[in-house]
């Protein structure tokens, strides 16, 4: 029989391949018994002992404690992923609920609400954690500030980013202004921040109201005054780096269920560097990269395995997303399910 870089020829490789999908179902460790039922392949329970023997030897599977039956590896599920995983293409139905939730919210939200619905969305598609990293790219400039009237202390702030994000804001004056005061004060702001992220524009305002001091009329102040007003407490470092849902659902896991495994998961979770550090190796990776126990390189990860793909903006690869789970996870399903939501997600993010 054929043997390839793993040592094991198609035999070996089918009876490993069997074995892990029974675990990833049931749980249970897998006699030889049992798997040679499961295989389907008339041998001798003799010949399906030895092959399992050979893969312990060969570090694909190992005995939990005293049981009779074996269990995957890392090792084990790394082969079964890179090579034996039978991977399914999602239902339509869910296919067309991903695409019509991220187009919906594209159409009346902030991408930064896009990526909540996201994130929600791998979590309650795969029962596990939801992970994204917002997209990193050139900070967010101003597209257009507009001010409206509201009331006579009380005026309404658009301010449109150059990501399609919305700030909306109310402002409060000591004095009212017309709308004729406004549309001069639009006019004005948008000739000097049109294009500056928020720090440039805060600098601009300074700058504008000290070169122009000494022939500023009132007017003038008064919309460098609104629009100190219109930028300040914005910050685009104050946008959420990474967004997880679903963590309590690893709690439900019995490979997870160890109390004080579950309390470093959930700290690496609030704290979030991990997470990031994480999903930073995907970043410039094409397509779907799964990290099983400790080929994450964190240690609060040894026991879980970790799926993720980048997603898009104008072809560039801005963020990552994906999901966090026990090794024991259904590979076939969760790997379709990231692929398609990165590639939904990007189509959302770039449209006009």
Known sequence: MK???????????????????????NGQPVGSSILAERSGLDLSPATIRNVMKSLEDAGYIHSPHTSAGRIPTSQGYRLFVDTLVSVKPIEDQEHHLLQEQLQEQSNIGSS???IH???NMLSGLTQMAGIIITPQME????????????????????????????ENRIIHVEREFSTADLQHTNNYLNEVLVGK???????ALLQEMEEVREDMNAMMLSAINLGEKAVSGLDDDQHEECVIAGRTNLMD??????VEKLRQLFNAFNQKQEVLDLLDKSMQADGIQIFIGSESGQDVFDDCSVVTAPYQIDDDHVGVLGVIGPKRMQYERVIPVVDITARLLSAALNKD
Do not use: C, P, W
């Open 117 to 119: 619905v996201a994130s």
């Open 197 to 203: 992220d928020l720090k440039q524009a805060r600098k």
């Open 139 to 166: 900070t967010r400039s101003i597209r257009h500030i507009e001010f409206l009237h509201l009331s006579a202390t009380q005026i309404l702030v658009v301010l449109v980013m150059s990501n399609n994000d919305v």
């Open 112 to 114: 930064n609400e896009l």
């Open 3 to 25: 043997n390839d870089a793993s040592g094991l020829n198609d035999r070996s490789k089918y009876l490993l391949k069997v074995l892990i999908e029974g675990y990833i179902v």
């Open 253 to 258: 896991y019995d490979d997870l269920s160890d």
